[in-house]
C-alpha cells in the first residue's frame, strides 16, 4: 500500500474493491461521520442533507420498494459490502487496511460504486484492525442510524454485514484462483475467519453452509426473489421456510 497511495492495484478485483483517493472529482460531500450523524427529515431533494435516508430513498424509487424497510435493508447490504471489499481486498493485496476513518472517508449518496467513495488521505495500518476500522468505525454507527430513523432489526443489519464480509471473501477467491494469487486468499480468509469470531458476527451465518440466519427481505422488492444465501427455501407465503424471519 505505501508503494501504492492511489489504490490503484484493488481495480483488479473488480469495481466494488475500488476506493477513489485524493479529492472528490465535483463538489464536497460529506464525511461518513457527518452522514452517520444526521438525523435531518427534509432529505427529498438534498442529498447532503441526510446522506443515509437519501440513499435509502434513492433505492426505493431505483428498485420500486414496498415499503422504506426494504430499501434500507437493501441499501445498507450494498454499502457494506462495499466496506468490507474495500477493506477486505487491501489486507489481500497490500497485506494492510487503510485508515478508512468516517472523518476522512467522503460520500457521494447519488452515486454508484467506485465513484460514491473518496478517502481524503491514503494511509495502511496493520491488517488486524480491520475489524476496528469498519465494524466498529462504520457498521455500527451505520445500523445506529437506520435503526433510530427507519426501525431496521439488528438482527437483520448484523446478518447483511456477515454476508457481506463472506461475499467480499468468495470474489477474492475467484480472483485468486484465476491469477495465482494463493497468497492473497489466505490473507483475506484469515481475516475473515478473526471478523467471524467477534460477538456481532457470530452465529449470522450457517457454520456449514454458510447460509444467513436472518433475511434481508430482498424477496419482498416485485420480482425479488431470493438471495443466494438467504435463510429462505422459498419466498415466505409461497411453502415451508427453513429458518427464521428477520
Request: proline content about 7%; overall charge positive.
Amino acid at each position: 500500500m505505501d508503494h501504492d497511495p492511489g489504490l490503484t492495484a484493488l481495480s483488479a478485483l473488480g469495481g466494488f474493491f475500488v476506493l477513489r483517493t485524493g479529492r472528490p472529482a465535483h463538489g464536497e460531500p460529506p464525511t461518513l461521520a457527518e452522514a452517520y450523524a444526521a438525523r435531518d427529515a427534509d432529505v427529498e431533494q438534498e442529498v447532503y442533507a441526510n446522506p443515509v435516508i437519501f440513499r435509502v430513498r434513492k433505492v426505493a424509487r431505483s428498485l420500486r420498494a414496498p415499503e422504506p424497510r426494504v430499501a434500507a435493508s437493501i441499501a445498507h447490504l450494498g454499502f457494506a459490502a462495499r466496506l468490507w471489499s474495500v477493506a477486505l481486498g487491501s489486507v489481500a493485496l497490500y497485506g494492510r487496511v487503510p485508515d478508512l476513518d468516517p472523518r476522512l472517508l467522503r460520500w457521494d449518496a447519488d452515486a454508484s460504486a467506485p465513484d460514491e467513495l473518496w478517502l481524503t488521505e491514503a494511509r495502511g495500518l496493520p491488517a488486524e484492525r480491520i475489524g476496528e476500522i469498519v465494524r466498529d468505525g462504520h457498521l455500527v454507527p451505520l445500523a445506529a442510524s437506520l435503526r433510530a430513523q427507519l426501525g431496521l432489526s439488528e438482527r437483520l443489519l448484523w446478518g447483511s454485514a456477515a454476508s457481506a464480509l463472506m461475499g467480499a471473501v468468495r470474489q477474492i477467491d475467484r480472483w485468486a484462483a484465476a491469477n495465482g494469487r494463493t497468497e492473497a486468499a489466505s490473507r483475506a480468509r484469515a481475516a475473515a475467519t478473526d471478523l467471524f469470531a467477534h460477538p456481532t458476527l457470530t452465529g449470522t451465518l450457517d457454520p456449514v453452509t454458510r447460509r444467513r440466519r436472518s433475511c434481508c427481505l430482498y424477496y419482498r422488492l416485485p420480482d425479488g426473489g431470493l438471495c443466494g444465501d438467504c435463510c429462505f427455501d422459498r419466498p415466505p407465503g409461497t411453502r415451508s421456510r427453513r429458518g427464521p424471519r428477520a
